[in-house]
């Protein structure tokens, strides 16, 4: 019975953090709410294969469980077949009590509440599952976790409940222990996780199963988060408040963008400038916003970029290198910096969060150049092999809260409307390759599929253009629909990080001129059931190789591979209202030494300001034209 315990204290782990953070630092979604479904039907008496019963060991796990939940997370427990013995008893199939209502500040009533309660009645799971979704609400996030020792033995079918729950909204999960079950049980505990949007997990498999449940709930209470130290960008130059390295967080106008300054330490110093938001759409269906650097906002100007979103997270970088030392955008004592919305096929950002990050890079230590490396050439894609795939990592939802990884394969999956993002280490000289592996789910059709994009430490594009020359072994992503339980492969590959790509006249080469964490980002568009995968990373090259030679300047950090650049904890910034800014927000961590075994997590010490569980509309909107103009699309000035 210790061993089956142990399996399902996993188990509910992987859910209760999937519903919970990995860390108690980090702040859950102030909406989301879990419920945990104990089954105490007459068959949890039965013993275990190592001893004991299992509502014994059921209790063993919710009690761990419970006991490691972070005090913001809003949990409640609710208990079916645990008062009414027979099924031919009045009541049988309505048996089921909410033990306590999803709040914080109730863990000593949860467990203390555990002890109350023995194997006894029938297993009404669809009536308990009906009435724990009623407990949570018809709002905000919601999971269910579900443990059950076998079938159902009353109607209704808890199938079809958790079609109709994951219908009402699309922030609704309901994730599924199974504990000592037969085949026949496990279908249908299968059944009910796959119609819920959630996953099914075995308690029979104790450490896939702690992996599994853990990425679960911390999956289910972390948003799509943009996050930064607040500021307040204004309508002119004239009075814009001033940002350093870091990471901030503004609201998109309704007319005229946002204005900041940037006060440089040292002439010849390389300002990078980025910014991520939500997108509604893909492509031009998408929304667009821009980057502009400025030496003088009336005269000189020194760098552009533009989003093209091909996920729901929308990114881009400016930068003000310019092959001569003395150029004004190289020198100028303040740098002006203009974010605004782009107007396209929408735009409708205003209200809605954008996060800015800032990097000032240390000049060269001979500004001329000479013994700088070349640019790398284009790398080649190469066939990758999906390995043995690694289970305990927790995709983040955005740039944010993603977890630093290394290269090998991933599982993971993704449902409809979700982005999940990993980061991973890039030095000079180096490129990343991302490859996903999948299996369409059946009655699915798929216009776009999943899609993969790779973006810079200050969210630069950086990506190989694999439009017309994709391998031959990746699905027809933009043009053919890919039926239901047919594979899905698609990739993406960053290019080789050289400190004079920031030569090349477009954004994507510029992108790769500094070193430090690359993000992969999977969405997912289509309106179906959940996507499992797996996602396979390669680093390729030799780490250091171009490596310039920085000037030693205090205040000022080289780039380096396991570096994020930006950090919310370090930045400061001019409130042009007078008011001190808030505690600051960390939306990045630097990268540590990794195995397989460990992952690390964003620094979020500030409040979520964007929740993307909508499934995107319109996915098709993606047509030839808009990848066409994206391909035509030449930014004028500098870009990251």
């Not at 109350?116 to 009435?131: H, R």
């Not at 300047?553 to 808030?582: H, I, K, R």
Request: net charge negative; charged share 20%.
């Amino acid at each position: 019975m210790i061993r089956l315990a142990a399996t399902l204290t996993a188990a509910v782990a992987v859910v209760a953090v999937m519903a919970a953070p990995a860390a108690a630092e980090e702040p859950v979604d102030p909406g989301s709410r879990m419920m945990l479904v104990l089954d105490s039907s007459g068959s949890m008496a039965e013993a275990t294969p190592s001893g004991g019963t299992r509502i014994d060991a059921a209790k063993d796990a919710l009690r761990q469980v419970i006991a490691g939940l972070p005090d913001d997370q809003e949990v409640g427990l609710r208990v079916y077949g645990a008062e009414v013995f027979s099924q031919n008893d009045p009541g049988a199939c309505t048996d089921s009590q909410l033990i306590a209502q999803p709040e914080t500040g109730n863990r000593d009533a949860l467990t203390a509440a555990l002890d109350d309660y023995e194997p006894y009645g029938e297993t009404p799971i669809g009536y308990a599952l009906q009435e724990a979704g009623k407990d949570l609400g018809t709002e905000r996030p919601r999971t269910i976790v579900l443990v059950s020792d076998g079938e159902p033995t009353c109607a209704p079918d808890p199938c079809e409940v958790a079609t109709q729950l994951a219908g009402d909204g699309v922030d609704v999960r309901i994730d599924v222990v199974g504990l000592d079950v037969d085949e026949v049980a496990r279908d249908k505990l299968r059944c009910i996780a796959d119609n819920g949007r959630g996953t099914y997990y075995d308690a029979k498999d104790a450490d896939d199963l702690v992996r599994s449940l853990d990425t679960s709930t911390t999956r289910a209470s972390r948003p799509f988060d943009l996050t930064g130290t607040p500021i307040q960008g204004t309508a002119s130059p004239a009075d814009a408040p001033t940002v350093t390295t870091g990471q901030y967080l503004d609201t998109v106008p309704l007319n005229d963008g946002l204005w900041y300054r940037i006060e440089r330490t040292v002439p010849n110093s390389t300002i990078h400038v980025g910014v991520a938001h939500y997108s509604a759409d893909l492509g031009n269906a998408g929304n667009w916003m821009s980057v502009d650097l400025y030496a003088d906002p009336e005269a000189m100007y020194c760098g552009h970029s533009m989003t093209f979103p091909l996920g729901n997270l929308g990114y881009t970088a400016a930068m003000t290198w310019a092959g001569e030392p003395e150029d004004a955008c190289n020198t100028a004592d303040v740098i002006y910096v203009h974010v605004g919305e782009v107007q396209n096929i929408r735009k409708d950002l205003a209200g809605q969060p954008v996060e800015i990050a800032v990097y000032e890079e240390p000049p060269l230590a001979d500004p001329s150049g000479r013994d700088l490396a070349a640019a790398p050439g284009e790398p080649a894609w190469t066939p990758l092999e999906a390995a043995d795939p690694v289970t305990d990592v927790v995709p983040g939802t955005s740039i944010s809260n993603a977890p630093v990884v290394s290269d090998g394969t991933y599982a993971f999956d993704i449902n409809s409307g979700e982005t999940q993002v990993v980061a991973i280490p890039l030095d000079w000289g180096q490129n990343v390759q991302a490859q996903l592996d999948g299996i369409v789910p059946e009655a699915t059709s798929l216009g776009t599929g999943p899609t993969i994009q790779i973006s810079g430490p200050v969210r630069q594009e950086n990506e190989v253009d694999f439009y017309g020359s994709q391998p031959e072994d990746w699905s027809e992503q933009l043009w053919g629909t890919v039926r239901g339980g047919a594979a899905f492969r698609v990739g993406a590959q960053t290019l080789t990080v050289g400190y004079l790509n920031r030569l090349a006249p477009t954004a994507d080469p510029r992108g790769a001129s500094v070193p430090g964490l690359r993000y992969v980002q999977v969405s997912y568009f289509d309106a179906g059931d959940p996507m499992r995968y797996t996602l396979t990373l390669k680093t390729n090259g030799t780490a250091g190789e171009g490596a310039p030679e920085y000037a030693e300047v205090d205040g000022l950090t080289p780039p380096v591979a396991d570096s994020a650049l930006v950090n919310g904890d370090e930045q400061a910034a001019d409130d042009p209202t007078g008011d001190p800014t808030s505690d600051p927000t960390s939306g990045d961590q630097n990268a540590e030494d990794q195995d397989n075994e460990n992952q690390s997590l964003a620094d979020g010490d500030g409040p979520p300001w964007l929740s993307i569980g909508l499934a995107v509309a319109g996915a098709l909107a993606l047509a030839g034209a808009a990848w066409l103009i994206r391909r035509n699309r030449a930014p004028s000035g500098s870009t990251s």
